[in-house]
Nanobody
Framework: QVQLVESGGGLVQPGGSLRLSCTAS???????????MRWYRQTPGQQRELVAT???????TYADSAEGRFTISRDNDHFTVYLQMNSLKPEDTATYYC?????????WGQGTQVTVSS
C-alpha cells in the first residue's frame, strides 16, 4: 500500500507561482519508479480533473488548461513528484490531489489547497 502526502499549497496572487510536492511512503522502495504519477484538482461540486501525468518512463502530458504554465516532474530517488505552477490564474483555485497508479492499483493523497486571489 502506498501512502501519498501532498504539500506546497497556499494562497498566491494571480500571476504568481507555487510548487506542489507529493511524497510517497510505504512498501514502495523497489516499485516507485514503476508507478505512473498524476496530479488532479477538484473544486466543490465539480468532478476531479486530471491536470498532469508523468509516466514511469518519464513522459509527461498536461491538460489544456495547464499546458505551458505547469510542469510535472519526479524524483524517484526521493519518491516524490512535483507540480510547478506558474502564471497562476483564479480559475486554478482548487484542491490538488496526487495519484499513483500501477496496473489496477491506485492511491490518493489527502489533497492540498491552492487559492489564487488578489
Amino acid at each position: 500500500q502506498v501512502q501519498l502526502v501532498e504539500s506546497g499549497g497556499g494562497l498566491v496572487q494571480p500571476g504568481g507561482s507555487l510548487r506542489l510536492s507529493c511524497t510517497a511512503s510505504g512498501n514502495i522502495f523497489m516499485f516507485y519508479r514503476m508507478y505512473d504519477m498524476r496530479w488532479y484538482r477538484q473544486t466543490p461540486g465539480q468532478q476531479r480533473e486530471l491536470v498532469a501525468t508523468v509516466t514511469s518512463g518519464g513522459s509527461t502530458t498536461y491538460a489544456d488548461s495547464a499546458e505551458g504554465r505547469f510542469t510535472i516532474s519526479r524524483d524517484n530517488d526521493h519518491f516524490t513528484v512535483y507540480l510547478q505552477m506558474n502564471s497562476l490564474k483564479p480559475e486554478d483555485t482548487a484542491t490538488y490531489y496526487c495519484n499513483s497508479a500501477y496496473g489496477n492499483v491506485e492511491s490518493w493523497g489527502q489533497g492540498t489547497q491552492v487559492t489564487v486571489s488578489s
